[in-house]
């Protein structure tokens, strides 16, 4: 196997983690939230924080190198309308990414600590709870596009 093909596994598997993790992640916390259990929320906000720190953190360091790599070595430039899209949407991903990891960091300390002494969550975990959804949204919707864009590379202007 060359190496092309082993750089674009790496960034196949890494993108599959980061969108599969990401997509999982939400899913259960989403859910989890609306359970009206502190138990599970404080269980499922951690493990929501490892697999991000676990997963989603690589593959994100991952995804632009790789991929970088590969459009060089296949000669597309950088402003190539596809690729220009894609990257300005992986950039918009990761901007809605980064406060949302912060978010979930509080909401799970939170979370953890209503669980230790008992009674209902504060409102403060609530406003960061629509905070990491409102993000969410946009985040995952330009990783579809972006998975769209990588798959079909369309002529999109020029």
């Known amino acids: 196997m060359n190496t092309y093909l082993v750089i674009k596994w790496l960034h196949i598997v890494s993108s599959v983690l980061?969108?599969?993790?990401?997509?999982?992640?939400?899913?259960?916390?989403?859910?989890?939230?609306?359970?009206?259990?502190?138990?599970?929320?404080a269980v499922v906000a951690r493990l929501?924080?490892?697999?991000?720190?676990?997963?989603?953190?690589?593959?994100?360091?991952?995804q632009p190198i790789s991929g970088?790599?590969?459009a060089s070595q296949a000669g597309w430039a950088l402003d190539?309308?596809?690729?220009a899209v894609?990257?300005?949407l992986y950039l918009l991903a990761g901007?809605?990414?980064?406060?949302?990891?912060w978010?979930?960091?509080?909401?799970?300390a939170i979370a953890d600590h209503t669980l230790a002494t008992g009674g209902?969550?504060?409102?403060l975990y609530w406003r960061y709870a629509r905070w990491w959804e409102g993000l969410g949204y946009p985040a995952f919707v330009a990783v579809l596009v972006v998975f769209y864009l990588m798959v079909n590379k369309p002529a999109l202007w020029g």
């Not at 980061?18 to 929320?41: E, I, K």
């Not at 190539?80 to 690729?83: E, G, R, S």
Request: proline fraction near 8%; charged fraction near 10%; charge should be positive.
């Open 120 to 123: 209902d969550l504060p409102p």
């Open 95 to 101: 901007a809605c990414w980064l406060p949302v990891l």
């Open 80 to 83: 190539t309308p596809w690729l």
């Open 68 to 70: 970088v790599w590969m």
């Open 86 to 88: 894609s990257i300005a």
């Open 18 to 41: 980061l969108a599969g993790t990401g997509f999982g992640s939400a899913f259960y916390l989403f859910f989890a939230n609306r359970s009206g259990s502190v138990a599970a929320q």
């Open 103 to 108: 978010l979930q960091l509080r909401m799970s």
């Open 48 to 62: 929501v924080k490892r697999a991000d720190l676990w997963f989603t953190t690589p593959a994100i360091l991952i």
